[in-house]
């Protein structure tokens, strides 16, 4: 049986960043793991149409600093450009409200409950939104396309080939799509993948970026994994 791993945590430090920056005691890492995770569930439900491909947390004492990576920003700012304050204001509130519910964690109290008595002001969030280059050459916005075409009951080969040729027209160097589950409503449950171009996952300077969806149809899940390549690159973050 194959030994798989991430494409983008093999290259941590390569060619890929941590999508959170942020020092934290032993004590106290977890729970501010697991708010970052927080944080994301609530962009990504909430703005399923933006295309978002990357969210990036900073913290720094009781500020923190998210930055979203969009296909349609306008969607997230709002046509009067007072969307961003209003998700701050909720993502304040909701985040109040999550701490509060987990106010038994002996390492929360350490870490939050003194802070706030004395400030007896919530965290502070700040939101920047950046619009993608080019959004047809990332991975998370080739696997929402796929979700929302297998989502419509698009034969899954017609889908498969449109995600392929929206890439290429990127000018990608290569791309490998997979799909399981029961595909266009079969019986048995199977797997299959395409890809058009070279895919060097094993290659370390290899900037290869991957995204990991699902659709929910009427026959039941179907697993989505994307690679792109876009080249070898130089970069080196250590």
Same mark, same amino acid.
């Given at each position: 049986m194959g030994q798989k791993i991430h494409p983008l945590g093999f290259r941590l430090g390569i060619t890929q960043k941590h999508q959170s920056q942020w020092f934290a005691k032993h004590n106290q890492y977890s729970n501010l793991v697991i708010e970052d995770h927080f944080l994301r569930k609530i962009l990504l439900n909430r703005? +399923?149409?933006?295309?978002? +491909?990357?969210? %990036?947390?900073?913290r720094k004492l009781d500020q923190i600093l998210i930055e979203i990576c969009s296909a349609r920003p306008r969607s997230i700012i709002g046509?009067? @450009?007072?969307?961003?304050?209003?998700? @701050? %204001?909720?993502?304040?509130?909701?985040?109040?409200?999550?701490r509060i519910q987990n106010l038994s964690i002996n390492s929360y109290l350490k870490l939050y409950k003194t802070e706030v008595e004395k400030t007896e002001q919530p965290v502070q969030i700040s939101i920047h939104v950046t619009k993608l280059a080019n959004q047809n050459a990332e991975a998370s916005f080739i696997a929402d396309f796929l979700v929302e075409q297998l989502e419509k009951r698009v034969a899954?080969? @017609?889908?498969? %080939?449109?995600?392929?040729? @929206?890439?290429?027209?990127?000018?990608i160097k290569g791309i490998k799509i997979q799909i399981s589950g029961r595909l266009n409503g079969a019986e048995i449950a199977r797997t299959e993948w395409v890809r058009k171009g070279q895919v060097p996952l094993q290659t370390l300077r290899a900037d290869i970026d991957y995204s990991y969806q699902t659709a929910k149809t009427i026959y039941g899940l179907l697993g989505i994994k994307v690679w792109v390549f876009k080249g070898f690159s130089t970069k080196n973050f250590f």
């Open positions: 703005f +399923s149409d933006a295309g978002i +491909s990357e969210i %990036k947390i900073e046509r009067d @450009r007072n969307g961003l304050e209003i998700l @701050r %204001k909720e993502l304040e509130q909701e985040l109040k409200k999550y899954f080969r @017609r889908a498969v %080939k449109r995600a392929i040729e @929206r890439a290429q027209k990127a000018r």
